[in-house]
């Protein structure tokens, strides 16, 4: 089993992160460590995001699946 977090688990913590940021009830350290935390998930994300994005992009093009189209409605 992989020890890997979900992308909505990432963005969960930092929207978390985030949140206590923005109170401005933290010392600056407190602040500076959850500043990186967010840093650091933001990153892992992103990456997260582009794995996945790779993924459905080698599906589309080994015509595995049909390209996804959005229908107009009038």
């Known amino acids: 089993m992989t020890d890997e977090k979900s992308y ?3 963005m969960a913590e930092l929207q ?12 600056v350290e407190e602040a500076l460590s959850l500043f990186e935390k ?3 998930l933001s990153k892992e994300a992103r990456q997260r995001l ?3 994005e790779g993924r459905l992009e080698r599906l589309l ?4 699946v049909e390209s996804l189209k959005v229908e107009e409605t009038q």
């Open 16 to 27: 978390e992160c985030v949140g206590r940021l923005e109170a401005g009830s933290l010392g």
């Open 61 to 64: 093009a080994d015509g595995q």
């Open 50 to 52: 582009e794995g996945l």
């Open 38 to 40: 967010g840093v650091g």
């Open 8 to 10: 909505e688990t990432l």
